[in-house]
T-cell receptor, first 113, second 115 residues
Framework: RKEVEQDPGPFNVPEGATVAFNCTYS??????FFWYRQDCRKEPKLLMSVYSSGNEDGRFTAQLNRASQYISLLIRDSKLSDSATYLC??????????????FGRGTQLTVWP | GAGVSQSPSNKVTEKGKDVELRCDPI?????LYWYRQSLGQGLEFLIYFQGNSAPDKSGLPSDRFSAERTGGSVSTLTIQRTQQEDSAVYLCASSSYEVGYNEQFFGPGTRLTVL
């Protein structure tokens, strides 16, 4: 079983739509959680960290459910520029990306006009 | 400031040849990571360097793979006797205590093709 599992999609949504991605992780000792974004043939970049209480950054909302070992990302009012692959990332260390990261395979999103 | 750089950007080699991939991390970043990404796959951890500590080599897939980091800065990933299954994008990332290691900054990657 992989450490981090994601629905690969693809998700195809119109501009303005709300879309949600889910992710599960297998190691209950995992401490830090992130969403990275990867554009086609580009390197991954940090989108946002995921905090226990849930957190929001503009149109993006991340949630963590430790009991279910489940992470989610909600994108509201989708823009064409949101088209990318979204990577769910887990770390054993609290509050940092120090040490190895475990990446999901990513969920592909295409936003159409 | 300058980000993480990697060279070459593309490398085509014949099966059985050795290759060296280079990573220049962001200046001052003490942590350096190597990952690889095969087509349609997620990122696979290879090796991690932190300061002067012994590297975490637990992700290296075989003894054909090795990496070193000289002077706490530049790193080289070496693949000996390359096989076709080694074809992938090799990504390097660095991070820093100063930003609380809260983000790994990735380079553009080296696309390796083994014929």
């Amino acid at each position: 079983r992989k450490e981090v599992e994601q629905d690969p999609g693809p998700f195809n949504v119109p501009e303005g739509a709300t879309v949600a991605f889910n992710c599960t992780y297998s190691n209950s000792a995992s401490q830090s959680f992130f969403w990275y974004r990867q554009d086609c043939r580009k390197e991954p970049k940090l989108l946002m960290s995921v905090y226990s209480s849930g957190n929001e950054d503009g149109r993006f909302t991340a949630q963590l459910n430790r009991a279910s070992q489940y992470i989610s990302l909600l994108i509201r009012d989708s823009k064409l520029s949101d088209s990318a692959t979204y990577l769910c990332v887990v770390n054993m260390f609290r509050g940092s990306t120090l040490g190895r990261l475990y990446f999901g395979r990513g969920t592909q999103l295409t936003v159409w006009p | 400031g300058a980000g993480v750089s990697q060279s070459p950007s593309n490398k085509v080699t014949e099966k059985g040849k050795d290759v060296e991939l280079r990573c220049d991390p962001i200046s001052g970043h003490t942590a350096l990571y190597w990952y690889r990404q095969s087509l349609g796959q997620g990122l696979e951890f290879l090796i991690y360097f932190q300061g002067n500590s012994a590297p975490d080599k637990s992700g290296l897939p075989s003894d054909r793979f090795s990496a070193e980091r000289t002077g706490g800065s530049v790193s080289t990933l070496t693949i000996q006797r390359t096989q076709q299954e080694d074809s992938a994008v090799y990504l390097c990332a660095s991070s820093s205590y100063e930003v609380g290691y809260n983000e790994q900054f990735f380079g553009p990657g080296t696309r390796l093709t083994v014929l």
